[in-house]
């Protein structure tokens, strides 16, 4: 993913807002504002056509030095695409990725309603650790359970 990308890529995201059952945020930030709250690598999209079709990103869970191999995942698929695959291919790539970017432990705050994503995670690989309940306000007020998972990496972060 690039700047040049952004304009799709906010899109995507947009649409991923307006379901309600996407993410807490209410707005697309700017790219500088979602660009420096990313990891700057593993940043990917998926193309068709010529463009772009869906994204996933990391962003670090910590400031802190201890939990530099910790990651948010981040994905979106644009919901014409939906259904077709597209958010496996991206979450796995984003798995490998991640590794070779230095990440031991991916992260998936997921709305419980959130079934596709849910589903998603699952079978790449994410186990459920449990339900933080009312963790987050929506701008409408409504408070929101979101289901925590995790991925380790077996190869990053393992004792020998």
């Given at each position: 993913?690039?700047a040049?990308?952004?304009?799709?890529?906010a899109?995507i995201?947009?649409?991923?807002?307006?379901t309600?059952n996407?993410?807490?945020?209410?707005?697309?930030?700017?790219?500088?504002?979602?660009?420096?709250?990313?990891?700057?690598?593993p940043?990917?999209?998926?193309?068709?056509?010529?463009?772009?079709i869906g994204?996933?990103?990391?962003?670090?869970?910590?400031?802190?030095?201890?939990?530099?191999?910790?990651?948010a995942v981040?994905?979106?698929?644009?919901?014409?695409?939906?259904?077709?695959?597209?958010?496996?291919?991206?979450?796995e790539?984003?798995?490998?990725?991640s590794?070779?970017?230095?990440?031991?432990?991916?992260?998936?705050?997921?709305?419980?309603?959130?079934?596709?994503?849910?589903a998603?995670?699952?079978?790449?690989?994410?186990?459920l650790?449990g339900?933080?309940?009312?963790?987050g306000?929506?701008?409408?007020g409504?408070?929101?359970d979101?289901?925590l998972?995790?991925?380790?990496?077996?190869?990053?972060?393992?004792?020998?």
């Amino acid at each position: 993913m690039t700047a040049a990308d952004w304009p799709a890529v906010a899109r995507i995201f947009e649409q991923g807002i307006a379901t309600g059952n996407a993410t807490f945020e209410h707005e697309v930030p700017s790219w500088e504002r979602w660009s420096a709250a990313r990891a700057p690598e593993p940043r990917l999209v998926a193309r068709h056509a010529g463009g772009v079709i869906g994204w996933a990103a990391l962003s670090p869970t910590s400031s802190r030095a201890v939990y530099r191999g910790v990651g948010a995942v981040s994905i979106y698929v644009a919901p014409a695409h939906s259904g077709h695959g597209i958010g496996r291919a991206l979450l796995e790539e984003l798995v490998r990725a991640s590794g070779h970017a230095g990440f031991w432990t991916l992260q998936a705050g997921i709305f419980p309603e959130n079934v596709a994503s849910i589903a998603l995670h699952e079978r790449c690989g994410f186990r459920l650790l449990g339900t933080h309940e009312r963790l987050g306000q929506m701008p409408d007020g409504r408070w929101r359970d979101v289901v925590l998972y995790e991925r380790r990496s077996q190869t990053v972060g393992v004792a020998p």
